[in-house]
Each structure stands twice: as structure tokens, then as C-alpha cells.
């Protein structure tokens, strides 16, 4: 059974910092990527991040040079660092794996943690 778990999530003011964490059990296809997506009241669901195997990743416009994935494979746990928080950055924030394909597309990525909430004041 897989199981993603989300921690970190909280209350920031902007311009503060934050550190997610998913830790990841009960999956074993290390070939396919994983990555952070958030969403918003009244909004869907966008992709922040997305992460290879190898590390490589990718970001949304709005976050790029704020915000570092990275992924921890002895301790199958997958990182969001959020620095220089917005206000827009305010949703409910999920890491997702499972996806064959390389893409930000939420519809792609079988495996869903439980969300974590950040909230950004200004």
C-alpha cells in the first residue's frame, strides 16, 4: 500500500521560509517522477515542482528561483524549500508520485499525500 505523508505546512509572513516534507512508503518504482503541486480555494490544482530520479527538476513560472525540490532516497522522502513567500503562495500543498510521463499534469501522477496547508500574510 502506498502511503505519502506531508509535514511543514503553517503560517508565514511574506518574504519568510518554508521546508515540506513528504515521506514516501510502500512504493518501490524508483524510475518514476515524482513532484509538489498546490491548490488554492476556488482554484484547481497546478504543478509547483516536479523531480526525475536523477534529481533533475523543473518548476512553475511563479516559483521559479523561490522554490528547490529535492528528494532524499535513503530516507524515501521528498523536499519542497519555499523561500521569499507570497501571498499567492497561500493553498493547500501536495506531493504526488507515480507518473510515467514527465509532466506537471496532476491527472498523471497515480499516488496522493493529504495536503499540507500554507498560509502566507502580508
Known amino acids: 500500500q502506498v502511503q505519502l505523508v506531508e509535514s511543514g505546512g503553517g503560517s508565514v509572513q511574506a518574504g519568510g521560509s518554508l521546508r515540506l516534507s513528504c515521506v514516501v512508503s510502500?512504493?518501490?518504482?524508483?524510475?518514476?517522477?515524482m513532484g509538489w503541486f498546490r491548490q488554492a480555494p476556488g482554484k484547481e490544482r497546478e504543478g509547483v515542482a516536479i523531480?526525475?530520479?536523477?534529481?533533475?527538476?523543473t518548476y512553475a513560472d511563479s516559483v521559479k528561483g523561490r522554490f528547490t525540490i529535492s528528494q532524499d532516497n535513503a530516507k524515501n522522502t521528498l523536499y519542497l524549500q519555499m523561500n521569499a513567500l507570497k501571498p499567492e503562495d497561500t493553498a493547500t500543498y501536495y506531493c504526488?508520485?507515480?507518473?510515467?510521463?514527465?509532466?506537471?499534469?496532476?491527472?498523471?501522477?497515480?499516488?496522493w499525500g493529504q495536503g499540507t496547508q500554507v498560509i502566507v500574510s502580508s
Open positions: 523531480i526525475s530520479p536523477t534529481s533533475f527538476a
Open positions: 504526488a508520485a507515480g507518473s510515467g510521463r514527465w509532466t506537471m499534469t496532476a491527472s498523471w501522477y497515480n499516488y
Open positions: 510502500g512504493y518501490t518504482n524508483s524510475r518514476d517522477y
